[in-house]
């Protein structure tokens, strides 16, 4: 069975028919679907087989795998399914593909508020929710909290991605849980009669968009800015903007996460705890701190140089299984204030 192969195939039969368990398989290989892309996981991947003997197979795909792994039911071939967001996560034990895995490894490696209370979902890396703001137009101290984006001075000044999107509606779900559905909501509506334009792009396109004068302030996740400003063809963009850490005197930066859920067909459930064990430990986390510009999940383990010049700061400690609770919410709430329109 070659690799190549695996990643081609596009239908859920084929998939079954190569990928049914077999003791051959079973004691040498593990199978990940994955929403993150091949540049940081292969790498991570090819250590492991390295240091262990036991071969990779991966699927990536930009959307569409919790229901490809119900669909799939319990004969799919997949071990494990990695994503980027702790929202998808409780979408995967909601739709009942994840079981439950205890491991003394992991529980050490991965911070309690980064772990399901179930034990079915597990944070990998981690990201800051942090406000960029112009160099040349942003006065400092205009803007230190989340709060700030609804002061009348932004009146036309901030650009974001889709209120809809994971990243928007987890922050949104981590302020229902600190101060409630109003005071989430009012956040939201303010932020939108703020807003330079429709809502629209990824979370480079608002730093572009700062860089282009559209828009003077805009929320994007921390590893982007990492990683613009690492590409020479990003970084002076990534350089007309102030990175500021919300909260420093509150509640902290609200913090998100890449995940992994053991599925429950997993048909080489020993291997892929070997995986995410690993996946925890220090060298897949400075590896993926290094590749991705991700804050460690391992408390052990080091940023990189880049993150670390930031300095440290003040993280949200809230439970993540605070925002897969209302997350459901928190996207209700975008269409009622009409976030998008």
């Known amino acids: 069975m070659k690799l190549p192969v695996f990643r081609l195939l596009a239908t859920t039969s084929l998939v079954m028919a190569i990928f049914a368990p077999t003791a051959a398989t079973a004691a040498e290989e593990v199978n990940v679907y994955s929403h993150r892309q091949p540049f940081l996981t292969e790498p991570v991947f090819d250590e492991f087989t390295r240091e262990t003997g036991i071969k990779v197979n991966t699927v990536f ?27 998808s996560l409780g979408a995967a034990v909601e739709s009942d593909i994840a079981q439950r895995l205890d491991s003394d490894v992991i529980e050490a490696n991965i911070p309690e508020n980064f772990r399901d209370k179930g034990n079915k979902w597990f944070g990998l890396t981690s990201r800051a929710r942090i406000i960029i703001t112009s160099k040349d137009r942003v006065e400092p101290g205009l803007v230190e909290t989340y709060a700030d984006l609804t002061k009348p001075e932004l009146k036309g000044r901030i650009c974001t991605r889709s209120g809809k999107h994971p990243y928007m509606v987890e922050l949104v779900a981590s302020m229902i849980a600190h101060d409630g559905k109003s005071s989430a909501r009012n956040w939201l509506a303010g932020v939108k009669d703020n807003l330079a334009s429709k809502p629209q792009g990824g979370d480079r396109t608002q730093v572009n968009a700062i860089a282009e004068g559209a828009c003077d302030v805009a929320i994007v996740n921390s590893y982007y800015m990492g990683g613009m400003l690492s590409d020479p063809k990003e970084k002076a963009a990534a350089e007309t903007v102030n990175i500021i850490f919300p909260d420093q005197n509150g509640k902290g930066t ?11 067909a997993s048909p080489n459930r020993e291997n892929a705890v070997k995986l995410i064990e690993f996946l925890s430990e220090d060298v897949a986390q400075s590896m993926y701190a290094n590749l991705n510009q991700e804050y460690p999940i391992n408390p052990a383990v080091k940023p990189s140089d880049l993150i670390a010049s930031w300095g440290e700061f003040k993280h949200d400690e809230l439970s993540l299984n605070a925002i897969v609770k209302n997350r459901a919410l928190a996207y209700r709430l975008a269409d009622e204030v009409d976030y998008d329109g």
């Open 61 to 87: 795909a930009k959307e569409g795998l919790i229901e490809r792994l119900m669909n799939e039911g319990i004969n799919s071939p997949a071990d494990l399914m990695l994503v980027a967001n702790v929202g």
């Open 254 to 264: 609200h913090m998100n996460i890449s995940g992994v859920i053991l599925t429950k």
